[in-house]
């Protein structure tokens, strides 16, 4: 098991140090083709890197060698590091990863939590201030976060997301403290910048995920506090239905991206509008066999529709962050339709 792991680390080692040797513009064609945990744990290494000499990147890639014949050692700056990533996925995409791998293992703690189911993860933390467990989410994906909050009470969920959308931004000294009342271990210096985290469009994407009655519950709540924000967050949210919004070459698009079992499931809960929009941008044949497929699937629960629906958002916002679509937004309770 040791063995195991000690191969791991080595083999992040070697690719982090490739990735600083080919610069920026090579590096970011390598991390386009990995997923955010693998750019995450690349991007941290990198920051985190000594200085190597030229006689290890020379055992580490002979066919190189010639491009340190300076003998100069290899480093990656945080200018580097931000370059590349930016260039590998985007402005919006790389922001709040780029805030995450340069300020080191402060948010070491709360990445422990994504590994943990989110019942689990609820159960740790639902006992913490409501700004702590925002300030915890907002370090989390947006659909776990989202699962997260549906094992709250209806009160915790309300003021939580009012935390986060007024949240605009996470000192370093306070993750240190966060990280330390999980009793997770914390090493490096804290940044001089605050981590650009939360918001309104972060209390948006969670929002997505929480199913149509805790965001109900939730925006009222906060329509509340004030009406101006809840309208914000509104705006920030991208439902299924929003694909109406969505140009026919964006849907026709989608569709080839998207399973045809997974798109019946999902069909069965949208508006006869969206169906004809789906079907209008297929061939005559598959459109018609769809409807067919659509009229004998039968009732079907409004969860599966969702889990579904949430399956092609996600396939819908990633082909928007690619820039293959333009998006023209809302995230259960468990009916039939």
């Given at each position: 098991m040791a063995a195991s792991a000690a191969t791991t680390d080595e083999g992040?080692?070697?690719?982090?140090?490739?990735?600083?040797?080919?610069?920026?513009?090579?590096?970011?064609?390598?991390?386009?083709?990995?997923?955010?945990?693998?750019?995450?744990?690349?991007?941290?290494?990198?920051a985190s890197m000594p200085a190597q000499e030229r006689s290890k990147v020379e055992l580490i890639l002979d066919e190189l060698s010639e491009h340190f014949s300076k003998g100069v050692a290899v480093?990656?700056?945080?200018?580097?590091?931000?370059?590349?990533?930016?260039?590998?996925?985007?402005?919006?995409?790389?922001?709040?990863?780029?805030?995450?791998?340069?300020?080191?293992?402060?948010?070491?703690?709360?990445?422990?939590?994504?590994?943990?189911d989110p019942g689990t993860a609820a159960d740790l933390i639902k006992n913490e201030h409501p700004q702590i467990i925002a300030t915890i989410l907002v370090h989390l994906g947006y659909d776990q976060a989202g699962e997260i909050l549906k094992h709250f009470s209806e009160r915790l969920r309300n003021d939580v997301?009012?935390?986060?959308?007024?949240?605009?931004?996470?000192q370093p000294q306070a993750l240190k403290e966060l990280n330390e009342s999980l009793t997770k271990m914390l090493s490096g210096a804290a940044t001089a910048k605050k981590a650009t985290m939360g918001g309104v469009r972060h209390a948006a994407e969670i929002l997505n995920f929480v199913g149509a009655a805790a965001e109900t519950a939730i925006l009222d709540n906060v329509r509340e506090y004030d009406p101006d924000l809840a309208q914000k967050i509104l705006d920030e949210m991208f439902v299924f239905e929003n694909l109406?919004?969505?140009?026919?070459?964006?849907?026709?698009?989608?569709?080839?991206?998207?399973?045809?079992?997974?798109?019946i499931v999902a069909l069965k809960g949208s508006s006869p509008e969206l169906r004809e929009k789906m079907f209008k941008n297929m061939s005559s044949?598959?459109?018609?066999?769809?409807?067919?497929?659509?009229?004998?699937?039968?009732?079907?629960?409004l969860s599966e529709v969702e889990a579904e629906q949430k399956e092609i958002l996600k396939i819908v916002r990633r082909l928007s962050e690619e820039g293959q679509i333009v998006m023209?937004?809302?995230?259960?309770d468990d009916a039939f339709v």
């Open positions: 992040l080692d070697k690719a982090a140090l490739l990735l600083t040797v080919l610069g920026p513009d090579e590096a970011a064609g390598v991390l386009k083709h990995l997923g955010p945990r693998e750019v995450q744990k690349l991007g941290m290494k990198m480093r990656a700056d945080q200018e580097q590091i931000r370059e590349m990533l930016t260039k590998a996925l985007g402005d919006e995409r790389a922001a709040n990863l780029i805030a995450r791998v340069l300020q080191g293992s402060d948010t070491a703690g709360i990445e422990n939590l994504k590994w943990l997301v009012l935390r986060i959308a007024t949240l605009d931004g996470v109406l919004d969505i140009d026919d070459r964006g849907i026709q698009t989608i569709l080839r991206e998207v399973q045809s079992d997974s798109l044949r598959a459109a018609e066999m769809m409807r067919e497929d659509l009229e004998a699937k039968g009732p079907v629960r023209g937004g809302k995230g259960s």
